[in-house]
């Protein structure tokens, strides 16, 4: 990586980057053909943006601001103007001191929002259609080169992509013998995800999953629940071959509904106040989901580490060139 100026005049590499390049282009184009606008949303903030973890602190002249850890409330306030369909893609900071193939505490989001939904369904929906369109506007343009110099075949994704609920992807893994951390409440952990995926790419024979439905408890409190189990959000992650890429869901709109969610994780109002203004006088229905680019590259091209797929890597050790 100190080398990273020589290291990238490497064939293989420039090829990463030009995937890059057309598959930024393709998200934009299908978002532009489905109606969606581009926003940019401030990355210095006077509030965490999700919770208070993992957050960078800076100080703004005589007090302190953070970075943004996902333009989340600021995507959802777009929809409450009246947006609609917005999409951004740009940069996310994560305080994550670990050391992983798939974290950086820098990196680019791919973030998007659409108003008028009917529940997180929807919002997959979108997602698989706009991954598919990616796929082949890559295949289409680098498909050969891909082959050729990182020997991998780009297969382009059928839709719709398998579901599995929570409940189910935790019975496959008790099923198959794998023991989830205790501490994981309900969640996944990345060697859970692995197993995941070989288990689709063998009943499915598909590359993605969305794993839906996830418990409250590792959930934010602005994911909607379930009318009929409260117990449950109307939310998903997708993994791709065994690899989070994206989280998702319906975001609650009725601000009766999310400050008693709110209250409920031990937040205050006060430094989200802002936030749940954007409720006060009406939002429709939404929903959305954020990407991570490099964790896309890093499956599409096969890559083993997302310092691969990324121009510089930023993490805990990490500050140069
Ligand atoms: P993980 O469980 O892998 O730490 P997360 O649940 O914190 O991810 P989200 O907050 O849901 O991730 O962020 C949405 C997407 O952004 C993730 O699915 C992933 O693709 C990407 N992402 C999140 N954190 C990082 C990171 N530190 N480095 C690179 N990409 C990331």
Redesign the pocket.
Known sequence: MDWRYLDLRKPENLLIFKVQTTAEAAMREFWLQNNFMEIHTPKILGAPS?SGAELFTLDYFEGKAYLAQ?PQFYKQMAIAAGFERVFEIGP?F?A?PSFTS????E?T?VDMEFGWIESHEDVMCMQERWLAYVYQRVKDAHGEEIKERLGVDIVVPTVPFPRLTMAKAQEILREVGYIVPADKKGDIDPGGERVLGQYVKEHFNHDFVFVTDWPIAVRPFYHMRHPDNPGLTRSF?LLACGL????GAQREHRLDVLKAQALEKGLHFEPIQFYLDFFRFGCPPHGGF???L??LLMVMLGLQN?REAVFLFRGPNRLTP
């Not at 798939?102 to 505490?105: I, N, V, Y």
């Not at 989070?244 to 989280?247: A, L, S």
């Open positions: 999700e996902s996310v994560r994550d798939r974290h950086m505490t990196f989001g992650d989070e890429i994206t989280t954020g990407l991570g490099s964790r997302i």
